[in-house]
């Protein structure tokens, strides 16, 4: 069975300063591995994936996320955390060559970013 | 382009009551799927269509909860005799094409209460 965790239920980063959010996988074979980001009365907004290749990862708004097999990780990271990237995030596994499965969501990391 | 849409944005019905829930998807996406948002969770898979037909309807909590996707475009979900544990965001989903690595775009959601 697949399963994703997100040990943080609530980050918080003072502005300007960087970010993490981590994020574990278990899930037979090689996955695909997502982000997403949910804002307050917002559907959830796709941010960056691991597809193959590189291990960095780079998505939209400034984040991208490292790849890490031996610790079957894929933590988000920021360099710098704006006001703004204040939300909801959740990480999201598929295993690869399974066509148009679901995805399988961790629970959420509130991220707080403070002025 | 129109994203996902679903509708309406909130529901609030009573214990017993039948509510329908629906959902446009990105036009010419093949995949659909429904999840369910509790609060402080991420989202629980439902079910998902390609095209027309259910392809995985595992996630469906009983058989009280059904969908259909009857011209491979818009889908409804359907709740019979609603119960309070049944209040929660549902999120509808769409993807283009048969690729495992394809992201998922989300819809806002609808809000459902159950009193």
């Known amino acids: 069975a697949q399963s994703v965790a997100q040990p943080e239920d609530q980050v918080n980063v003072a502005e300007g300063n960087p970010l993490t959010v981590k994020c574990t996988y278990s899930v037979s074979g090689n996955p695909y591995l997502f982000w997403y980001v949910q804002y307050p009365n917002r559907g959830l907004q796709f941010l960056l994936k691991?597809?193959?290749?590189?291990?960095l990862v780079k998505g939209s708004y400034g984040f991208e996320a490292e790849f890490n097999k031996s610790q079957t990780s894929f933590h988000l990271k920021k360099p710098s955390a704006l006001v703004s990237d204040s939300a909801l995030y959740f990480c999201?596994?598929?295993?690869?060559?399974?066509?148009?499965?679901?995805?399988?969501f961790g629970k959420g990391t509130r991220l707080s970013v403070i002025a | 382009g129109a994203g996902v849409s679903q509708t309406p944005s909130n529901k609030v019905t009573e214990k017993g009551k039948y509510v329908e829930l629906r959902c446009d998807p990105i036009s010419g996406h093949t995949a659909l799927y429904w999840y369910r948002q509790s609060l402080g969770q991420g989202p629980e898979f439902l079910i998902y269509?390609?095209?027309?037909?259910?392809?995985?309807d595992s996630g469906l909590p009983n058989d009280r909860f059904f969908a259909v996707r009857p011209e491979g475009s818009v889908s409804t979900l359907k709740i019979q005799r609603t119960e309070r544990g049944d209040s929660a965001v549902y999120l509808c989903?769409?993807?283009?094409?048969?690729?495992?690595?394809?992201?998922?775009?989300f819809g806002p959601g609808t809000r459902l209460t159950v009193l």
């Open positions: 269509f390609q095209g027309t037909g259910a392809a995985d």
């Open positions: 691991y597809i193959t290749g590189d291990n």
């Open positions: 989903a769409s993807s283009p094409g048969q690729g495992s690595y394809n992201e998922q775009f």
């Open positions: 999201a596994v598929r295993p690869r060559n399974s066509g148009n499965t679901p995805l399988v």
